[in-house]
């Protein structure tokens, strides 16, 4: 974005990373892209593993504000793997892919290409994750079934233009996690940011689609009161919403501001 004998600004040497990034994400071959977030889907699942095992340690002994900060830390174990880590997760990339196309580097086509990829093999590894986690972990005595089905229907027992409203929130956040991580000049600070804006989206319930997938799976297979349509329903609207929130108020005024900033 600027040449290399002009001295760039703070936000203008992120916005020069993360397209750098983006561009490389990009350029990948699909099947390296597809393990990478097949990867990501799988190792997120921690997530909800931990605080289903967090509901039924807790099993009413606590009060309601210390049970939700409690589950809200271990939500965000999984996207801690997944971020430093450096997995492909789709809701990063409505915002770390866009750039480029934005900048005139990369088309639409490619984007497209990218989203599919990462967003189809997420969705495969969490759905296995969960299978993995219903099966084993009761047998093994840390989950009580009931734990599944009440994080599911955290988010099941809501209509579909709150899922969309809350995915625009929670997509918005995890757009800002990929520019404060590239902000971000040491691990121990990277870690601190995802932490903090993983744990604000599962404190404040917002749908998080590869997140969340895991947990209406999850709660699918162990309880009636989720039902398939649920689970459609949910996918939909924060997949939506989450490709709105990380596109239009990260990606578009992110590059909007940095750019009419430098002329």
């Given at each position: 974005?600027?040449?290399?004998?002009?001295?760039?600004?703070?936000?203008?040497?992120?916005?020069?990373?993360?397209?750098?990034?983006?561009?490389?994400?990009?350029?990948?071959?699909?099947?390296?892209?597809?393990?990478?977030?097949?990867?990501?889907?799988?190792?997120?699942?921690?997530?909800?593993?931990?605080?289903?095992?967090?509901?039924?340690?807790?099993?009413?002994?606590?009060?309601?504000?210390?049970?939700?900060?409690?589950?809200?830390?271990?939500?965000?174990?999984?996207?801690?793997?997944?971020?430093?880590?450096?997995?492909?997760?789709?809701?990063?990339?409505?915002?770390?892919?866009?750039?480029?196309?934005?900048?005139?580097?990369?088309?639409?086509?490619?984007?497209?290409?990218?989203?599919?990829?990462?967003?189809?093999?997420?969705?495969?590894?969490?759905?296995?994750?969960?299978?993995?986690?219903?099966?084993?972990?009761?047998?093994?005595?840390?989950?009580?079934?009931?734990?599944?089905?009440?994080?599911?229907?955290?988010?099941?027992?809501?209509?579909?233009?709150?899922?969309v409203a809350g995915g625009v929130l929670a997509g918005w956040m995890m757009g800002l996690v990929s520019w404060l991580?590239?902000?971000?000049?040491?691990?121990?600070?990277?870690?601190?940011?995802?932490?903090?804006?993983?744990?604000?989206?599962?404190?404040?319930?917002?749908?998080?689609?590869?997140?969340?997938?895991?947990?209406?799976?999850?709660?699918?297979?162990?309880?009636?009161?989720?039902?398939?349509?649920?689970?459609?329903?949910?996918?939909?609207?924060?997949?939506?919403?989450?490709?709105?929130?990380?596109?239009?108020?990260?990606?578009?005024?992110?590059?909007?501001?940095?750019?009419?900033?430098?002329?």
């Amino acid at each position: 974005m600027s040449s290399p004998e002009t001295h760039q600004t703070p936000y203008e040497a992120i916005l020069d990373q993360e397209i750098e990034t983006g561009l490389e994400e990009l350029n990948r071959s699909a099947t390296g892209i597809f393990l990478s977030a097949l990867s990501a889907g799988l190792d997120i699942g921690f997530g909800p593993l931990l605080m289903a095992v967090m509901v039924t340690l807790a099993g009413g002994s606590y009060s309601v504000a210390t049970t939700e900060i409690l589950v809200a830390n271990m939500y965000a174990v999984g996207f801690i793997f997944v971020v430093l880590g450096r997995s492909e997760l789709f809701t990063e990339h409505t915002t770390l892919a866009v750039l480029p196309v934005l900048g005139g580097q990369a088309t639409v086509k490619q984007l497209g290409r990218l989203w599919v990829l990462v967003y189809s093999a997420n969705v495969v590894g969490g759905a296995a994750f969960a299978v993995l986690m219903v099966t084993i972990m009761p047998s093994v005595g840390t989950i009580e079934p009931h734990a599944f089905e009440e994080i599911a229907l955290t988010y099941t027992t809501q209509d579909i233009v709150t899922l969309v409203a809350g995915g625009v929130l929670a997509g918005w956040m995890m757009g800002l996690v990929s520019w404060l991580v590239s902000a971000a000049q040491e691990s121990i600070s990277r870690t601190f940011f995802v932490w903090l804006v993983t744990t604000a989206i599962g404190l404040a319930h917002l749908p998080h689609c590869i997140a969340g997938n895991v947990e209406i799976v999850a709660g699918l297979m162990a309880s009636s009161e989720v039902v398939f349509m649920d689970y459609a329903e949910f996918l939909l609207a924060a997949t939506v919403g989450n490709a709105i929130g990380g596109t239009v108020f990260v990606a578009l005024l992110k590059y909007g501001h940095v750019v009419r900033g430098s002329q």
